[in-house]
Each structure stands twice: as structure tokens, then as C-alpha cells.
Antibody, heavy 113, light 112 residues
Framework: EVQLVESGGGLVLPGGSLRLSCVASGFTLSGYWMHWVRQAPGRGLEWVAKIKDDGSERNYVDSVKGRFTISRDNAKNSLYLQMNSLRAEDTAVYYC??????WGQGTLVTVSS | DVLMTQSPLSLPVTLGQPASISCRSSQSLVCSDGNTCLNWFQQRPGQSPRRLIYRVSTRDSGVPDRFSGSGSGTDFTLKISRVEAEDVGVYYCMQYTHWPYTFGQGTKLEIK
């Protein structure tokens, strides 16, 4: 059974940093593009970033470019999202996803003073 | 960015009746491989999104056959032939032809 388990969310001050992690099980991470998608409270979905199976290509939505970095460690079957210079508008549940098919339960990031 | 426009945004439906959601994209969603890269997701209250349909009309494993997708180019439709109580939630269309991938605003389905 495919499982994706996110962690690392929490309350952070504006301008602060957080690192999200996603551990995959039930499949080999190295065979897939992986993604981060977020959902602000009571709002719709926004695709944040994606990374190629070998890590050689990464793409970001404009609103996070230069602040967020997606990475992976295939040996640890893990995906990461380093988030710097956080803003109130980054407050959201962050989901790890394998393509569109498999999603984690999400981890809540709250940026507030 | 590709704008995805859904209608209606609110959809009250009587149990056992059909439901239909429209999704229009601001650009063609034909991918480089010739497929059309359009997904439909369901998000039940308090849950993560679940993909129902990919490439316009292919149902994911375990998705009831009362769900169907159709369309081409820039106009797409999700239909539920007979709504059941478990179908309550928000439905999103999503394109993955152009980066950044984008979602529609969501259609909230509720039981009348």
C-alpha cells in the first residue's frame, strides 16, 4: 500500500523558516516525479513545486520562487520542502503527492506573529 | 498561468439524482504526447484530495462507475449519474499540461 506521511509543520513567525518532510512507503521514490501542493484554510488548492525522479529538474510556482526549495533523498525514500522568508499568505496545509494519484494527509504550516 | 473556471461553485443535489460540473481552461490542455492532461479530484470534508479521473475520462482504480469525465480542448465535464451521500465534498478540475499546474476554484456538492 502506498503511503505518504508529511511532517515538520507548525507555527512560525513571519520571515522564519521551516523544513517539511515526506516519507514514502509502498513504492520506490526514485521512479517518480514528486510534488508539494498546498491549501490555505478554507481555500482551494495550489500546486507549489515539483521535482524530477533523479532531482535534476525542479519547478516552482512564482509565489514561492527564491524562497522555497524542493529536494529529495531517494535512498531515504524522502521528499523535502525547505521554506524560507515565510509570509502570512504561506499559511496552509501542505500535501506531498506522487503525481496526482497519491497524497499524504498533509501538515499544517501557520505563519503568524 | 492557465485559468481553470468551474461552474457551478455550489451544487445542491437530491440523492439519486444526477449532477454535472463544468470546467473550462483558458488554453488548450493537449499535452506533448497527444493526450489531454486534465484531472478531476474529490475532497471530502476533512480529507486529502483524491483523484477520481485522469486524462479527461479515465477513472482511477476503485472509483465508482457512476463518475464519468468527458470533454476536449478547453471544455470538460464531470458527471455523477446518481448522487450518493458519500459524494458530498468539493470537486476540483486540474490541468497538468502547462506549468504551473492549476486547479479550478472548486465545486461544493451538497445533498438537498
Amino acid at each position: 500500500e502506498v503511503q505518504l506521511v508529511e511532517s515538520g509543520g507548525g507555527l512560525v513567525l513571519p520571515g522564519g523558516s521551516l523544513r517539511l518532510s515526506c516519507v514514502a512507503s509502498g513504492f520506490t521514490l526514485s521512479g517518480y516525479w514528486m510534488h508539494w501542493v498546498r491549501q490555505a484554510p478554507g481555500r482551494g488548492l495550489e500546486w507549489v513545486a515539483k521535482i524530477k525522479d533523479d532531482g535534476s529538474e525542479r519547478n516552482y510556482v512564482d509565489s514561492v520562487k527564491g524562497r522555497f526549495t524542493i529536494s529529495r533523498d531517494n535512498a531515504k525514500n524522502s521528499l523535502y520542502l525547505q521554506m524560507n522568508s515565510l509570509r502570512a499568505e504561506d499559511t496552509a496545509v501542505y500535501y506531498c503527492a506522487r503525481g496526482g494519484q497519491d497524497w499524504g494527509q498533509g501538515t499544517l504550516v501557520t505563519v503568524s506573529s | 498561468d492557465v485559468l481553470m473556471t468551474q461552474s457551478p461553485l455550489s451544487l445542491p443535489v437530491t440523492l439519486g439524482q444526477p449532477a454535472s460540473i463544468s470546467c473550462r481552461s483558458s488554453q488548450s490542455l493537449v499535452c506533448s504526447d497527444g493526450n489531454t492532461c486534465l484531472n478531476w479530484f474529490q475532497q471530502r470534508p476533512g480529507q486529502s484530495p483524491r483523484r477520481l479521473i485522469y486524462r479527461v475520462s479515465t477513472r482511477d482504480s476503485g472509483v465508482p462507475d457512476r463518475f464519468s469525465g468527458s470533454g476536449s480542448g478547453t471544455d470538460f465535464t464531470l458527471k455523477i449519474s446518481r448522487v450518493e451521500a458519500e459524494d458530498v465534498g468539493v470537486y476540483y478540475c486540474m490541468q497538468y499540461t502547462h506549468w504551473p499546474y492549476t486547479f479550478g476554484q472548486g465545486t461544493k456538492l451538497e445533498i438537498k
